[in-house]
């Protein structure tokens, strides 16, 4: 407490609200208003000195050749495998992301000998983001870089409040998990066209649509179909790599850093 006479004396919140009341305990919130300000201002500070580099990473990672080449894969694979296989992928990448099958077992036991659907379980489907439905990867990292640009913008108003600045300071962090969850999508594409991943992909496709067969070509790894008389292949790009990787890092540095913690005294 710092006294009228010059003097300057520590007192304890508690002690303090004993001997002053309640004008102690509003002396309190302001003095953790304007410390909340200063930390929330630095954040601000921090976040705005590289808002430029922010929004050119961002319109740099949507133009990047391996977005419009997680586009194509997802066109090329809709046409090789048809719709019956490409439908029931779709239902395991948006379920469960097991490649089950549902046999039918004839029950014996229950005198009439009855047939019963059985679902029987599969492997895992690894790169099943090719197949999930929802907004591409373009749209979603379109939409995110117009919302990261009008949070930035909201954010260097000069009039701008401590609880808008943490609420925009969220929101980034909000939208940083967003490009981090765009990333895994992209990242499908070296995880599905793995050898064993295609094996398994071939003995479940063989039980769903017949009229298909599918295998594996090596050098590099790639999927074959075989339809009729034509033949269909598939496989990575070569040389393609996940982009985003700085972006993500720039934003946890500058977004997500905490706050030191204070022990009340």
Not at 69 to 97: H, P, S, Y
């Amino acid at each position: 407490m710092l006294y009228r006479s010059g003097g300057r004396r520590l007192v304890g919140r508690d002690c303090a609200h004993k001997r002053y009341g309640v004008v102690f305990d509003e002396l309190v919130k302001d003095f953790d208003a304007a410390r909340d300000r200063r930390d929330y201002v630095e954040r601000q500070r921090t976040v705005l000195s590289q808002r430029a580099d922010l929004v050119d990473q961002i319109a740099a990672m949507g133009r990047d050749p391996a977005v419009k080449a997680f586009a194509d894969i997802q066109r090329q694979l809709r046409a090789m495998l048809g719709k019956t296989v490409w439908a029931r992928l779709e239902r395991v990448a948006n379920g469960d992301g097991m490649l089950s099958t549902e046999e039918q077992l004839r029950d014996y036991g229950s005198g009439n000998e009855r047939v019963r659907g059985v679902v029987v379980q599969g492997d895992a489907l690894h790169g099943a983001e090719l197949f999930r439905s929802g907004p591409s990867v373009s749209d979603q990292l379109m939409d995110i870089e117009i919302d990261v640009a009008m949070t930035l913008e909201a954010l260097r108003q000069p009039d701008v409040t401590t609880r808008e600045i943490r609420i925009g300071l969220v929101k980034l962090g909000d939208l940083m998990r967003r490009i981090e969850e765009q990333r895994v999508r992209l990242r499908a594409v070296n995880s599905f066209f793995e050898i064993y991943n295609l094996g398994h992909l071939a003995k479940w496709a063989r039980k769903v649509d017949q009229r298909i067969i599918i295998g594996t070509g090596t050098l590099p790894t790639r999927l074959v179909v075989q339809r009729g008389s034509e033949v269909l292949e598939g496989s990575a790009p070569e040389h393609y790599r996940v982009p985003g990787q700085s972006l993500v890092a720039l934003m946890r540095d500058t977004v997500t850093s905490q706050k030191k913690v204070r022990r009340r005294a």
